[in-house]
């Protein structure tokens, strides 16, 4: 993106979360990036805030039971991000259909796949209308194991949403 050049130069420091970001902020300061401090700070959960919670604390119990609707599957994923193209959310969709289709409807009643995302987005898409889609499978099941959650949490639920689920997207 040479339209960021001005924005760069006029930087001290300019820092990516991924390799690819200061690659590219190299590549447009070419060679000018030789006078910049350029870094990769690699993102992630930040453990002062984020941690493990005991199976058996009250409050986890209790979020549990309110994000699963009082029925905690076995096996759970979250999806936790900004719905945007380039997630490729739908194909996370599909993914966890085409997964959920190799369980036994019984098993298929204990898995839940949590979208904690916004349903509907300009630069997204209509997750209602992807979840429809793929809700009825081949032998007419009828799918009811993806959550959309669009309701924004504080970071002492998200701790709670991350001890919630058993693997995150």
């Known amino acids: 993106p040479q339209y960021n050049e001005e924005y760069y130069e006029s930087c001290d420091l300019l820092m990516g979360i991924s390799k690819q970001t200061k690659f590219i902020n190299?590549?447009?300061l070419g060679d000018k990036a030789k006078n910049k401090l350029i870094k990769y700070l690699p993102h992630g959960l930040n453990s002062n805030y984020f941690y493990s919670l005991p199976e058996i604390d009250?409050?986890?119990?209790r979020f549990k039971q309110n994000i699963f609707q009082g029925k905690i599957p076995k096996f759970s994923l979250l999806f936790n991000s900004r719905n945007i193209r380039?997630?490729?959310?739908?194909d996370t969709i599909l993914a966890w259909r085409l997964f959920t289709e190799q369980l036994s409807p019984k098993e298929r009643d204990n898995v839940r796949?949590?979208?904690h995302t916004e349903d509907v987005s300009?630069?997204?898409?209509d997750l209602h209308a992807v979840i429809d889609y793929f809700s009825?499978?081949?032998d007419g099941y009828q799918y009811s194991d993806i959550k959309l959650d669009p309701s924004r949490l504080s970071t002492e639920q998200m701790n709670y949403l991350?001890?919630?689920?058993?693997g995150v997207i």
């Open 122 to 125: 300009d630069h997204g898409t």
């Open 136 to 138: 009825e499978g081949e």
């Open 86 to 90: 380039r997630k490729q959310i739908p």
């Open 26 to 28: 190299e590549i447009v």
């Open 113 to 115: 796949l949590i979208l």
């Open 162 to 166: 991350y001890n919630s689920v058993d």
């Open 58 to 61: 009250p409050i986890l119990i």
